[in-house]
């Protein structure tokens, strides 16, 4: 079952479990800026000393990202 969102892909990307990304060509800016924003939630949440990260407090459970040309 595959389910929104609906119309830009940046918004409420946040909600969603589990995120499947697909970019096409240059349409792969939105994909980059949501991968950046994930990146960066999930470095915000790790241990200063052992690098490790509180998965407890990430709502995203999965993430592929697909780029096509």
Not at 10 to 25: A, H, P, S
Request: some cysteine; proline content about 6%; hydrophobic content about 40%.
């Amino acid at each position: 079952h595959i389910q929104g969102p609906f119309g830009a892909p940046t918004n409420d990307f946040f909600r969603y479990e589990y995120l499947v990304l697909i970019g096409l060509g240059v349409g792969v800016t939105p994909f980059a800026s949501i991968l950046r924003h994930l990146l960066l939630t999930w470095q915000s949440y790790s241990c200063p000393q052992c690098r490790a990260i509180n998965y407890n407090m990430i709502n995203q459970k999965f993430v592929q990202f697909h780029w096509l040309t």
